[in-house]
């Protein structure tokens, strides 16, 4: 259990350089995921190949492992969306919500009942949330993209945790990145028809986004689902929590957006913190117990 928490916490780490790429990466966010995503693909079809991963399932199962793969590409699209509307600080702060709407949609999707204790740390998330969106009403429209990625992220999570018990991250994330390749890849020409703008990525973007799909999204997501598989999907999204910290302050150290931020910003800051922290220690407890 301790390797995984280890585990979970460096993919954390990982997350939170997500946002800078993509403030550095000048395409808009829906070429900038699709990007992404084939990129991922295909280097994790490589790495299947290269540790001999077996891909003996279904035309049925590959197609389901894909519609979850969907969920996370959307959750991309919204949460470039919100930094490039707002700034690296918002967008990744408005990514907590996450584990709030995990907590609503959980119960309903795994047909259990109401966990009060996750409920009551969602809305200490919520508070420092409500907090923060009313620092400047400049940044709303990238706050609410914010909050419907985290809606989306949660989705994935949920949903993702069933498929690690069942075949392998590797197996799983190259049919997700799959997936969202070729499903955004449909709706991406609608997108353009009604918002043209440039698909065409410059050499600095490319090496970017080669960074991006090797490191933060296939690196980042294999250990994302290897911890699934130990430790619940409500506890993996809150200490996910954690990934404004490491990108705000990568923001503040490389794109100066410590002068665009308030008090309410801080305070909103620490009360998700506050949320992080009693759920690790909550979580520890009970690891404790079962042992």
Sequence with gaps: MKRSYIVLHLAVILAGFTGVFGKLISLNQVPLVWYRVFFSAIILWFVLRLFKVSTAITAKQKFDIAK?????????????????????????????LTSFFTAIFAPFVNRQRFNVTELGLSMLTLFGIALIFHFDSSYQLGIGLGVI????????????????????????????????????????????????????????????????ASICTVGLYIMFAETLKLIPAFTVNLSFNLEPV??????????????????????????????????????????RVVV
């Design 149 to 212: 990625s985290s809606a989306f992220a949660a989705l994935y999570t949920i949903y993702n945790e069933r498929l690690v018990k069942q075949y392998d991250s590797r197996l799983i994330n190259f049919y997700q990145m799959a997936g969202g390749t070729v499903g955004l890849g449909v709706l991406m020409p609608v997108y353009l028809w009604f918002y043209p703008v440039n698909v065409i990525p410059n050499f600095t973007d490319v090496g970017y986004l080669l960074l991006l």
């Design 246 to 287: 490491y990108s705000i302050v990568l923001a503040f150290l490389f794109f100066k957006e410590g002068r665009e931020v308030n008090f309410s910003f801080y305070l909103g800051l620490l009360f998700v913190m506050m949320s992080v922290v009693l759920q690790t220690m909550i979580s520890v407890r009970k690891s």
């Design 68 to 96: 979850v793969g969907m969920l996370i590409t959307i959750h991309w699209v919204f949460f470039y969306a919100s930094i490039k509307y707002s700034n690296i600080s918002v967008g990744v702060v408005c990514y907590c």
